[in-house]
């Protein structure tokens, strides 16, 4: 029987998107949705259990006891997929931050046009971290010394990666005993490849060691160095006041999408469209000025740092062209399909590429380079306002919501302690007392085999529900930041008491957007000043938290998940494993899904499952918190006993006389 096609309602949670797909499929036109359903994916090497790594395969093993040609067993077969997707995720996420660390050593030598040091209290604060001599030298200086030990960390040959020493000393500890410990970046990434060549490493425990070393160099290298970078160059993120949603999109002005990862482009398309002399070309033209919006993580750096709203997360890209109002859509690296062209083709929309290692067939190609990006920068917003007299029909769905992203640790630090006493000794305190059950990171993409954004929500809502204070970044703070879970007190009605009391008392949402899928090292950084907070444990692994990504489908997720596994973090993927196995027809083939839980367990305090069932997500992240709250010795998570203070306990205060409201606030006896 013919599979049964899923309505636009089971395609996505989000309004606008089903709009969207009805508008697709007036037009006849396909979109990552209709293809994910009519591409079945392949339950072999869905499993894991396909090899193509030589010219005598691809070998598929679907029987008890079968090996490749080479006598390849299931389990390795599995291990070294797992590390060469790990080793690909951690290379996008690095090769991010080389460049960033290129260009920041440009602009330390001027010649960088347009780009400036924003954040120079972050500078020296990164720079002392390292020893770099900072006093009565310039911004400029610190920054090529800075430059050059970040630069040098990718090839870098023996010892141990410079940014790890930001990790809990007891972590450090327990990577030099377990010999996992990232030497140099690019090595890493090689080694995983050289290792999974035909006839090398053979020893599925010996191989997935080996993606955790290379996961290290990512979240504690290359991820956590363009973080770094990022912030410096372009300024820290702090809360602002931003929109998402196709909704952003405007009728009378030039729509400009940038859309990819990396904010050296993108920040300074946002400073060219506020240029007069664009803003004068664009009315020119008949528009009213140039309308910037982001997709996927390039959104989220310009959303939190400037609040340029964000038109979407992954599946979003399609979506945004069936519009027919975007003039440009402006790509560089990561998660850009390559359908982008096609559809793009039955609008006027022009796809552009910038980046010297992404070219589209098809599409535009303007090359980025940070020494001219200003007059780049320009050059692509006149190609996007030339554009405008072609556009034809549109569709803007009339869909959008506010949110308030840029919680860096920085401002997570600062906003619980003040100027003066900044401090993380607030959520700890909160976490101890039961106010707070524990912390979840929902992180990670969307994948149009589950319903766009449910997965995210469904999972954040319940677990706000139960106290757990949620920290997101990615596409899930996008699909988060959609459906309204990102503003202020707009969802706290459906937040636990506890929470509930620490978000009033604060004035946090119980959402904190941290950024894009890089800035996962920002968790990293979170976790390890709780470690230093003191009471809840010497390691992250103590901590009552978890990480999640209900709807990944990157390989970068994979990496940031095992960097977390390793960092100590109980990690749960939504959807399916990629080294699932199958366990019903051919036994024991699900060996390495185990030994990334009990077995990572066992030597790292944190550990990877996939599990498809959102409740069963909810459950195991309750049970794993309530079972570190237990072995920290903390009081049992009890909902019953807050919810009396916060803006709750002031209202009810105010309907007291003078003398009985002073007697309840300070305590002096009511006459
Ligand atoms: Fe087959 Fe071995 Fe070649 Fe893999 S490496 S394709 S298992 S022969
Ligand atoms: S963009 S990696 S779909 S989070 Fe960072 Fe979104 Fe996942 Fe790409």
New binding site residues.
């Given amino acids: 029987m013919p599979k049964e096609k899923r309505s636009p309602e089971e395609l996505s949670a989000d309004p606008a998107a089903q709009q969207m797909l009805i508008r697709a499929e007036e037009l006849g036109l396909s979109t990552a949705f209709t293809r994910a359903e009519e591409l079945a994916p392949c339950n072999i090497g869905g499993a894991g259990m396909c090899c193509k790594l030589c010219g005598m395969g691809p070998c598929r093993l679907t029987k008890d006891g079968q090996t490749g040609i080479c006598g390849a067993t299931i389990d390795t077969i599995q291990a070294r997929n797992f590390i060469r997707a790990i080793a690909a995720g951690a290379a996008a996420h690095s090769d991010h931050g080389r460049d960033m660390a290129f260009t920041l050593k440009a602009v330390a030598h001027g010649q960088a046009e347009g780009y400036t040091i924003r954040d120079i209290a972050k500078l020296r604060i990164v720079a002392s971290k390292y020893n770099i001599p900072i006093e009565g030298r310039s911004p400029e200086e610190i920054a090529n010394d800075l430059a050059d030990l970040y630069i040098a960390q990718f090839g870098q040959q023996n010892g141990v990666l410079a940014p790890v020493i930001r990790a809990p000393r007891k972590r450090q500890k327990l990577w030099q005993e377990r010999r996992i410990m990232p030497r140099g970046i690019d090595r890493e990434v090689v080694e995983a490849l050289h290792r999974t060549h035909i006839g090398d490493d053979q020893d599925p425990e010996h191989i997935l060691e080996h993606a955790v070393r290379t996961a290290l160099s990512d979240g504690w290298g290359g991820s956590l160095i363009a973080t770094d970078i990022s912030d410096i160059l372009f300024g820290t993120p702090a809360p602002i006041l931003g929109q998402a949603n196709l909704g952003v999109l405007k009728q009378d002005m030039v729509n400009v999408i940038v859309h990819g990862?990396e904010p050296t482009l993108s920040e300074m398309i946002v400073a060219a469209s506020q240029d007069p002399e664009i803003i004068a070309y664009a009315r020119k033209a008949g528009a009213k000025g140039v309308n910037l919006s982001g997709i996927?993580?390039t959104a989220?750096e310009i959303l939190m740092r400037q609040g340029i709203p964000a038109a979407g997360?992954?599946l979003h890209q399609e979506l945004a062209i069936l519009t027919g109002a975007v003039e440009a859509m402006v790509v560089d690296v990561?998660?850009i399909m390559q359908a982008l062209v096609q559809l793009a083709g039955n609008f006027h929309t022009k796809i552009i590429t910038t980046s010297p290692k992404v070219k589209i067939k098809g599409a535009l190609h303007i090359e980025f380079d940070e020494h001219k990006a200003l007059t780049i920068a320009k050059q692509i917003l006149r190609e996007a306002i030339d554009n405008f007299k072609n556009r034809g029909e549109t569709h803007i769905p009339d869909v959008r919501e506010d949110l308030i992203p840029g919680f860096s640790h920085e401002y997570i630090n600062y906003m619980l302690g003040g100027s003066y006493r900044a401090s993380f000794r607030p959520l700890n305190d909160a976490i101890m007392a039961g106010r707070i059950r524990g912390v979840a990171a929902i992180?990670?993409?969307?994948n149009p085999r589950s319903k766009q954004d449910y997965l995210h929500t469904y999972v954040t809502k319940e677990l706000l529900r139960q106290d757990v204070l949620v920290v997101e970044?990615?596409?899930?703070a996008i699909a988060s930041a959609k459906l309204g879970l990102l503003l202020g007190e707009a969802g706290l009605e459906h937040v636990g008491p506890g929470l509930r009391e620490v978000c009033e008392t604060v004035g946090i949402p119980p959402v904190l957007h941290m950024g894009?899928?890089v800035d996962n090292s920002r968790i990293l950084t979170v976790l390890t000043q709780m470690v230093e907070e003191g009471g809840l444990g010497d390691d992250i692994d103590q901590i009552p938290a978890v990480g999640l990504a209900p709807e990944?489908?990157?390989e970068?997720?994979l990496s940031i998940g095992t960097y977390c596994v390793a960092s100590g973090v109980y990690v749960i993927f939504g959807g399916s494993s990629p080294i699932s196995g199958m366990p019903d027809r051919v036994s024991d083939s699900d060996r390495v899904l185990r030994y990334i839980s009990e077995g990572w367990e066992a030597l790292y305090g944190g550990k990877m499952e996939f599990v498809a069932d959102p409740d069963e997500m909810i459950r195991r992240t309750l049970a794993h918190i309530d079972k570190k709250r237990a072995a920290l010795n903390l009081p049992a998570y009890d909902p019953a006993r807050f919810g009396r203070s916060g803006d709750r306990r002031m209202l009810e205060l105010e309907e007291l006389p003078l003398a009985e409201r002073r007697a309840a606030l300070y305590g002096v006896p009511a006459k």
């Fill in positions: 990862h996927c993580c989220n997360n992954f990561q998660c992180v990670g993409c969307n970044t990615g596409c899930g894009s899928c990944w489908m990157s970068k997720a």
